[in-house]
């Protein structure tokens, strides 16, 4: 864009020949404007986000004579302001026969210039408080020394710089204007070499070498250009996604056979779940693909071997007939959220396995009052389990494992303790598709959700779990061992979990009704108290610490750890180290409005649909987070209060219900997702981004599910709070009010969607979103959703299927997504 004006011919003689003088580039270039007139005009140095269109240089030759032979001179152009995160393009302009123009920083934080010669660019970076950044623009005439011109930006604090989207209840993934949505890895797409193009008829087999269905949980691990792991690269990564249920329904030619299932049909359907890694490769400009063959590709199935570790790894809990000693295990089921290590492997963590199994009448009779009550608690009740994959075979034990009543003499003969062999948090090596997953029987078991990883210099690692079912509970792990910073690129990654993950003490979270907490240890002795009887459960009384890894959720009930309201992701605040919990909801018939309790406050009716359809609980669930005293992961007690309360800030109670203050432009519903961005770019540092996901059904009457990004405040930013709950009051502690300023919705999805997943490059300018289950109430003759064949706006035919899809998310200007 910069004009250098051509060369024509020396006119007043002034040639400098001295090219070693120590005169002060600045004064050589004061010189020279005093000796001219003002020779251009015009913004030199532009933010195009800022200003929401280019206005690079313009040349603006007043007619003095700007190539005067010889003489050289430049203008970086005025100041200008703009905030961190935003694309900022510097733009020179060269009077005369100049060369070698370019620009350098002179003061201000250091940043990254993109380019080369008279027009850079460059992200504004993270700052405190308004800075200014000093560049300096210079160029050389053919002799003498360089003459420079030096240009201001003035950077502010990061804001959510897009405009909200709106409630939508339309087939595509909308998003603000000035931002692109790239469709990436689907439902059924190939990942290997030699497999076909996903046909989306039902007729497609392969899964163990395809996309998996119902994508969740997702991250990007930084690939170099060699293809070793680097986690600074933002144009080459493994995308590794949890796979965490299927839409059965548009997975065959026409919907799933009665049972007994056909064994290729029940097979597709198992490999459809778990995991996939597939590499992701930028083919310039975060033009994002996907590589079909690359060696680094894997799917992990319900039938990928893996191993146990911890203390119940070993243990009669585990045995079974493909697991003899209780050390090998089977594949991963229901994996929903995740979480990221330290030293670069993934935890993937089964939330809701237990519906996949099946236990007979006659199962009862045979089991001991313990085991009956632990199979209970843990929810395997079912006669059929899902899908009714143990009728597709009797003999291959693919598909007999699935039930769990015991048929044998022996634990090894059957699977009866088949379900204890999920419930797991599991460590994958991304950067290895060869190696065996482990799964850490350390971190408890139970509905796991997420497991986020707080690392910080000198202190023991901690994970934070929710455990996602009504009246469950928040648990944290402490490992023994105090973090060393070389174990962040050690090569053998699995090792280094061995380390961190096997050994620590497991805890459980109650909320005091005065806004602290504590942390309650489950660890095993002899007078660890007993599971008190209560409803249809015995006493349960603990053995070892593998019984209390194995029946987590009776140890936890055992100590008086606080229910509730469905927790689901966990994510820690980069910056502050505060931990949020999403909550997202719960109803009056498991929890009456006399049931709630200080950290889940709420009981209310949300009128729903044109019939005004009562929902009641907290059918809009909450967003709890705490701060560990001492701001350590091994801190024993903490102090909490609600973040966000969800609602439909059209009919909600403003004072009992959206007491967040929500607006049309960013209430939700049900949070589920939650993510801070990277610290590795501005929108994850001094006040990092918080994004929300939601998985909703309660404001589905108004719009689709949802991404929300926050700028969120501190624990203790709000106060105490009453919350009058139809005469019952409740008293709580909530958080600042939520304003267009610091809670904006950014994305809402296509739909019966669910928002699921999310992650970013480390340089903050692509967003990777799943989209899960759309058109999931639909049929194969009658699918209710087409997307993404539906996301530019066209109609597909009426049969055409929708499927999951993750989403790569850029900004047209390059900027960091958010900002
Ligand atoms: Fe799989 Fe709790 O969401
Ligand atoms: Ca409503
Ligand atoms: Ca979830
Ligand atoms: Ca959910």
Known sequence: MTEMNPVTAYTDGDVDTNDTTQRSLESMAAERYSRRNAMFRGAGATTMAFMGTSLLAACGDDGEGGSIGGAVSVSAGSSVATSAGRVVTLTGTVSGNGQDAGWNQRTGPEVALMGSGATVTFIAPAVAAATDLVFQFSAKPLIGEAVTATTTVRVSPAVLGFTAVAHSLSDVAMVPEGYSVTIMTRLGDPIAAGVSAYANDGSDADFDKRIGDHHDALHYFGLSASGTPDRNSSTRGLMVQNHENITET?????????????????????????????????????????????????????????????????????????SKDGTAGRGTINNCANGVTGWKTNLTCEENYAGYFRRDAADDAKRTPAELASLRRNGITSRSGNYSWSTASSTDTRFTRWNATITGAAATDDFRYEPNQYGWVVEIDPYNPTSTPRKRTALGRFGHEGAFVRIAAGQKLGAYMGDDSRGEYLYKFVSNETWAAADADATDRLAVGDKYLDAGTLYVARFNADGTGTWLPLVYSPTFPKRPASGTYPEYTFTSQADICVNTRFAADAVGATPMDRPEWTVGNPVTGEIYLTL?????????????????????????????????????????????????????TFKWDIYLFGADSTDADPTNVNISGLTTANDFSSPDGAYFSRSTNPSGQINPLMWIETDDGALTDRTNCMLLAAIPGHVGDGGAYTVNNAGNTQNTFVGAKATAANLRRFLVGPVECEITGIDQTPDGRTLFVGIQHPGEGGSYSAPTSHWPYSQDGSTPAASVRPRSALIAITKNDGGVIGL
Not at 605 to 630: F, M
Request: contains cysteine; positive net charge.
């Open 584 to 636: 997202t909801n719960s109803n009056n018939s498991f929890r009456p409005v006399t049931g709630t309790n200080a950290a889940n406050p709420r009981s209310y009716n949300d009128p729903k649909g044109p019939s005004n359809s009562a929902q009641t609980g907290n059918p809009n669930g909450h967003i709890v987070r705490l701060r560990e005293d001492g701001d350590t992961t091994s801190a024993t």
């Open 250 to 322: 548009y997975l065959h030619p026409a919907g799933p056979s009665a049972a007994p299932r056909p064994l290729a049909e029940a097979l597709k359907e198992i490999e459809c779940h778990g995991v996939s890694v597939v590499e992701y490769v930028d083919g310039g400009n975060r033009k994002w693909t996907y590589k079909q063959d690359s060696t680094f590709n894997r799917r992990i199935t319900p039938n990928t071997p893996m191993s146990f570790h911890g203390p119940a790894a070993g243990s009669a809990f585990l045995v079974t007939a493909y």
